[in-house]
């Protein structure tokens, strides 16, 4: 089981920037990685950024353009940075990640999950 912890998350002013991390018990080279926030009450989350075992990634429309995601394989952690953040972006972020070796869908990479860090952005 690979366990993911988060850190990173905060008050800031809206345009505002803030960088997430996770850490992974596990390597992270060559598995699918993902970011989702969940708002109280919603059970699914939206996935915000994913990078996927091949390196590709994907955003949600509401964030392209000022979420970054990536990650460093040597230290096995995740991050997303995130930039010009909106009060729609407050919400409590997770980590999450899936199976080694595969091409991840979207549930696929809800394997494991952390225990998520809260972002506020307000003015």
């Known amino acids: 089981e690979v366990q993911v912890a988060e850190s990173g998350g905060g008050s800031v002013q809206i345009g505002g920037s803030l960088r997430l991390s996770c850490v992974a018990s596990?390597?992270?080279?060559?598995?699918?990685m993902a970011w989702f926030r969940q708002a109280p009450g919603d059970e699914r989350g939206e996935e915000v950024a994913?990078?996927?075992?091949?390196?590709?990634?994907r955003y949600a429309d509401s964030v392209k353009g000022r979420f970054t995601i990536s990650k460093d394989n040597v230290r096995n952690t995740l991050y997303l940075q995130m930039d010009s953040l909106k009060s729609d972006d407050s919400s409590k972020y997770y980590c999450?990640?899936?199976?080694?070796?595969?091409?991840?869908?979207?549930?696929?990479?809800?394997?494991?999950w952390g225990q998520g860090t809260q972002v506020t952005v307000s003015s």
């Open positions: 596990d390597f992270t080279r060559n598995r699918c």
């Open positions: 994913m990078i996927n075992n091949d390196d590709s990634v």
């Open positions: 999450a990640a899936g199976p080694a070796f595969i091409y991840c869908t979207t549930n696929a990479v809800r394997t494991y």
